[in-house]
């Protein structure tokens, strides 16, 4: 099994930046996908951001050019910076990882945490 956990989230106000990060502990034989979604109450979860184990990024139309998704492999840990935060930024985010561990890769998840941007 996969365990993630979120850090980071919090009060900030427009303007401001947060830094989320997500670790990933347990029995892991590699990692693909590392990828962050958020979730306002009565919608869809909404992708925002995801990085290979190449690297490669992808960002949702409404965070490029404010958010950033890295990774640091040794760690087991993906880090989204988000930066020029917006009032409609506010809403709880996931973390997401694909991972493999004695089972065939599987999409994990974390908690979430709470991220509130104050106008």
């Known amino acids: 099994q996969v365990q993630l956990v979120e850090s980071g989230g919090g009060l900030v106000r427009a303007g401001g930046s947060l830094e989320l990060s997500c670790v990933a502990s347990?029995?892991?034989?590699?990692?693909?996908?590392m990828r962050w979604y958020r979730q306002v109450p009565g919608k869809q979860r909404e992708l925002v951001a995801s990085?290979?184990?190449?690297?490669?990024?992808n960002y949702a139309d409404s965070v490029k050019g404010r958010f950033t998704i890295s990774r640091d492999n040794a760690k087991n840990t993906v880090y989204l910076q988000m930066n020029n935060l917006r009032p409609e930024d506010t809403t709880v985010y996931y973390c997401?990882?694909?991972?493999?561990?004695?089972?065939?890769?599987?999409?994990?998840w974390g908690q979430g945490t709470q991220v509130t941007v104050s106008s």
């Open positions: 347990g029995s892991i034989f590699s990692i693909n996908a």
């Open positions: 990085i290979t184990s190449g690297g490669i990024t």
């Open positions: 997401n990882v694909q991972a493999r561990t004695t089972w065939p890769a599987r999409d994990y």
